[in-house]
């Protein structure tokens, strides 16, 4: 099977997609919310890429799942009420990633330091 990332295949995606909800999940377990966060967003960029491929949707390399649901929401307006569930979780996602970065810089300053 190629990687989700390459198939035009809906089921590749919903499989990854379900992968990284399970991810997600053992990282909320773990008191991990960066982690969950981040594989909160794959798994619905994924899940939402598959209902897209199923409808004859172009792939697009493409991460911001509030800019996918554009796209979704031309196949099935009575998905527009996500838009801000996508908007939040995109949101919180780049604020964690920004923290991280933050942090990896933070912690290079340190090693050159010492």
């Avoid at 909320?28 to 994924?46: I, N, V, W, Y």
């Avoid at 196949?75 to 996500?82: A, V």
């Avoid at 933050?102 to 290079?108: A, E, N």
Wanted: charged share 35%; glycine share 4%.
């Amino acid at each position: 099977m190629k990687e989700a990332k390459d198939s035009l295949y809906p089921p590749d995606w919903i499989k990854k997609a379900q992968m990284d909800w399970n991810r997600m999940e053992r990282m909320l377990e773990d008191e991990d919310p960066e982690g969950a966060s981040f594989f909160l967003q794959q798994s619905l960029e994924k899940y939402i890429k598959a209902f897209l491929l199923g409808k004859g949707w172009k792939l697009k390399k493409i991460h911001e799942i509030d800019s996918l649901l554009d796209d979704v929401v031309k196949y099935n307006q009575n998905l527009e009420p996500f838009r801000a569930l996508c908007e939040r979780v995109s949101g919180y996602l780049q604020r964690t990633l920004s923290r991280v970065s933050r942090r990896r810089i933070d912690l290079r300053g340190c090693k050159k330091r010492y």
